[in-house]
């Protein structure tokens, strides 16, 4: 039997942007660290055009580890649509800082955020003042293509 050894990396320094330029396959292949991956770029090019903003965190090699995607009408809501953090880089406070930056973005522009957060991850989002549930409402989405039935 061989063991396989799993070793998380260190980061020397990392960087924090807001909207700065991306290539949708460099973003598809962190997504898909996730198994969040686009089929096809093209479509991915398009949420990319059509986001309000993102943040990225990139290590010392330049490599995108960490990336959120916002969506917004710009005057009121934005829905935090996406969150990941490469799974080499997980536990090293660095969706913290993408988030603080995200909170920092939508108190500058007055936006109020909403996210789904993933089965385990709520007590994340609550350190950002984010509450499961807020006078009755109930987050509601559908999980599974329903267009082809």
């Not at 290539?23 to 990319?48: D, M």
């Not at 943040?55 to 090699?61: G, K, P, V």
């Not at 995607?69 to 969150?83: E, F, N, T, W, Y």
């Not at 490469?86 to 969706?95: E, T, W």
Request: aromatic content about 8%; some cysteine.
């Amino acid at each position: 039997k061989s063991m396989k050894l799993l070793v998380k990396k260190k980061i020397k320094r990392m960087r924090i942007e807001r909207n700065e330029k991306l290539i949708p396959i460099e973003v598809n292949e962190l997504l898909a660290t996730n198994n969040w991956e686009s089929k096809q770029i093209e479509r991915l090019e398009k949420v990319l055009d059509n986001s309000w903003g993102w943040i990225t965190a990139r290590d010392e090699s330049n490599k995108l580890i960490g990336f959120v995607h916002i969506i917004s009408d710009g005057v009121r809501h934005a829905l935090i649509a996406r969150m990941i953090v490469h799974p080499d880089f997980r536990n090293k406070g660095i969706g913290t800082r993408i988030m603080n930056e995200v909170m920092k973005m939508l108190g500058e522009n007055k936006l109020l955020p909403t996210l789904t957060a993933n089965p385990g991850k709520a007590s994340f989002y609550k350190k950002f003042g984010f509450e499961t549930e807020s006078e009755g409402y109930t987050a509601m989405c559908i999980k599974k293509p329903f267009w082809n039935n």
